[in-house]
């Protein structure tokens, strides 16, 4: 059985970092994409980043590219996601998704939730000072 844990989450003012991590169990990195989601109050869930099954392929909306940075360990069975330069409008449960993708496939968008079966609970990041 698939499982996704978060972590890493918490207050932090503006300009500061996390990293968060999603420790993932029943399943090996090179079958699946993982990506990064968020929901803020009254919004729509929406795509953060995702990496490839493949470890070298990775994608990013327009508003965290270049503050945020998407890693996997596959030893570790971990994908993490660097933030830095946090704002305000970071403040939003983030959730790890995983989509299965075939072995080791160098593809990977963040722009279809829907196409991530397998979700873990959410850790909360809030930006304020």
């Known amino acids: 059985q698939l499982q996704l844990v978060e972590s890493g989450g918490g207050l932090v003012q503006p300009g500061g970092s996390l990293r968060l991590s999603c420790l993932l169990s029943?399943?090996?990195?090179?079958?699946?994409?993982i990506g990064w989601f968020r929901q803020a109050p009254g919004k729509e869930r929406e795509g953060v980043s995702c990496?490839?099954?493949?470890?070298?392929?990775?994608d990013y909306a327009d508003s965290v590219k270049g503050r945020f940075t998407i890693s996997r360990d596959s030893a570790k069975y971990t994908v993490y996601l660097q933030m830095s330069s946090l704002k305000p409008e970071d403040t939003a449960v983030y959730y790890c998704?995983?989509?299965?993708?075939?072995?080791?496939?160098?593809?990977?968008?963040?722009?279809?939730?829907?196409?991530?079966?397998?979700w873990g609970q959410g850790t909360q990041v809030t930006v304020s000072s």
């Open positions: 998704a995983a989509r299965r993708a075939g072995y080791r496939v160098s593809y990977c968008s963040h722009r279809a939730p829907a196409d991530f079966g397998s």
């Open positions: 990496i490839s099954s493949s470890g070298d392929r990775t």
């Open positions: 029943g399943f090996t990195l090179d079958y699946y994409a």
